[in-house]
């Protein structure tokens, strides 16, 4: 489960592992179905934060592997 140190942690400051973790412990919260709507709306809207994140640091290393081959 996210601890309330973690939702309280910007996203835009976390690392890509993380975010990932936080990430993947979102996904377990909500498929559990155990949380209240109003939490689940929380934690879908970090989610939706943590999966942007994460797909801009993946963003990021695919550029910097296609810039890295075109200089070869």
Partial sequence: ????ENVE???AELSYEQAREQ???AI??????KLG??????????GEQ???HCQSF?????????Q???SE
């Fill in 1 to 4: 489960m996210m601890s309330e």
């Fill in 9 to 11: 942690v910007p996203v």
């Fill in 23 to 25: 990430l993947v412990s």
């Fill in 28 to 33: 377990s919260q909500l498929e559990s179905g």
């Fill in 37 to 46: 709507l109003e939490e689940s709306l929380k934690v879908w809207e970090r």
């Fill in 50 to 52: 943590l999966a942007s």
């Fill in 58 to 66: 993946l963003d990021q290393a695919k550029q910097r592997l296609e």
């Fill in 68 to 70: 890295t081959k075109k």
